[in-house]
């Protein structure tokens, strides 16, 4: 979520001299637009909605069950040459002075524990598991819940140090970096289930981890993100996700909707259209300062821009087909030599705006 941000950056960016603003673009919105808007579960949590009413509302057809614990392996750094770490009493079946820090390194395809001074202590094996006490810390990361795992990367040498984590701490981790935590109690409980459910339906399958600790899976944080709110939202709605045909659902969420959610065919453009990934009102985000939004563009940044899909100089963007919301699905960029067909969320993403809910005027 965060790393979107930095597009806003581009939407104020403009022309100096005799080059004028020449292209006016009106939109909504910040993020994809696909299931639960953070903005808008906040302004329903505001209006007394509990939490479950929320995350159904945004995943139709869809209902709410339990899953039973288990760990979560998340990837902190990868392509290490070296893992120090701290807080840990015992690892590759070795007792380890908690309060001293440890390191470990590759040789060939195992893993080897070092003590303070860098003597070698133990060949681990493939796996070295660090635990003990109410968290390890990596050294220049953070502190963390449950074990921390370093394994040997796919690049010679390196190693990958991951967290391996109980589903709750998981989820303790992910929500105050989600959703602020002074928010309503219903809407970080929202934010927790879908949370939940979104990592254990979306499994990246990595070399020994199955979630990121960024924005390509869910942000995590570990113990530093935990606040006494959002450890309240998770305990409350412990281990319950979102089912759909008794499977666990792909719950996207995003910031701000601008009023009304989209469909996910018309944002992942080739995607299969998902009956509980449907656009849906959202009428309680104005709260968000992205709920709308103008960027101005000269005439030579949009060429720039979208210079490699516009044949000659771009005369006008026309819009073919918008989706469930008014996001743009397609549109034809019209040139001065022809005209080319490209996507909404690949003008989105070229101009760096912040959703694909977007109004086009060239400026005289």
């Not at 499977?247 to 959610?261: E, M, N, R």
């Not at 397609?330 to 690949?346: D, E, F, M, N, Y």
């Amino acid at each position: 979520m965060a790393s979107a941000l930095a597009a806003a950056a581009v939407l104020g960016a403009g022309a100096s001299g005799a080059e004028a603003l020449t292209w006016k673009i009106k939109g909504a919105g910040f993020g994809h637009g696909i299931g639960l808007s953070q903005y808008g579960a906040y302004g329903y949590a505001k209006h007394g909605w509990g939490y479950k009413r929320i995350v159904l509302h945004y995943y139709r057809s869809t209902t709410i069950g339990k899953t039973p614990s288990r760990n979560v392996r998340v990837l902190l750094r990868p392509y290490q040459s070296s893992v120090r770490f701290t807080g840990a009493s015992a690892a590759c079946k070795l007792k380890l002075a908690s309060s001293k820090t440890y390191s470990a390194v590759r040789k060939g395809g195992h893993v080897v524990l070092r003590n303070p001074k860098g003597s070698g202590l133990r060949n681990c094996g493939k796996v070295l598991s660090a635990t003990g006490g109410a968290s390890v810390a990596m050294v220049g990361k953070g502190s963390y819940r449950g074990a921390l795992q370093v394994r040997p990367s796919s690049v010679p040498g390196k190693v990958n140090a991951i967290n391996s984590v109980k589903l709750e701490d998981y989820v303790r981790g992910i929500v105050a970096r989600e959703s602020p935590s002074s928010w309503p109690l219903n809407a970080l409980r929202a934010q927790a289930v879908v949370a939940r459910s979104y990592g254990l339906a979306n499994d990246v399958g990595g070399n020994g981890f199955d979630q990121y600790d960024d924005t390509r899976s869910q942000v995590y944080g570990g113990i530093s993100a935990e606040t006494s709110r959002t450890n309240k939202a998770v305990s409350t709605s412990k281990l319950q996700v979102v089912k759909y045909k008794g499977k666990i659902a792909s719950t996207y969420f995003f910031s701000t909707s601008g009023g009304h959610t989209e469909n996910i065919e018309n944002v992942f453009i080739g995607s299969s259209p998902q009956p509980y990934l449907k656009g849906v009102k959202d009428p309680y985000d104005g709260s968000s300062p992205y709920h709308r939004w103008t960027a101005r563009i000269s005439q030579s940044g949009m060429q720039s821009a979208l210079d490699d899909l516009v044949r000659g100089k771009l005369r006008q963007i026309k819009v073919v087909k918008r989706g469930s919301s008014p996001r743009v699905v397609r549109a034809k960029l019209i040139g001065s030599g022809g005209t080319t067909k490209v996507s909404g969320p690949t003008i989105q993403f070229r101009l760096g705006l912040r959703d694909s809910w977007m109004f086009f005027k060239k400026l005289k």
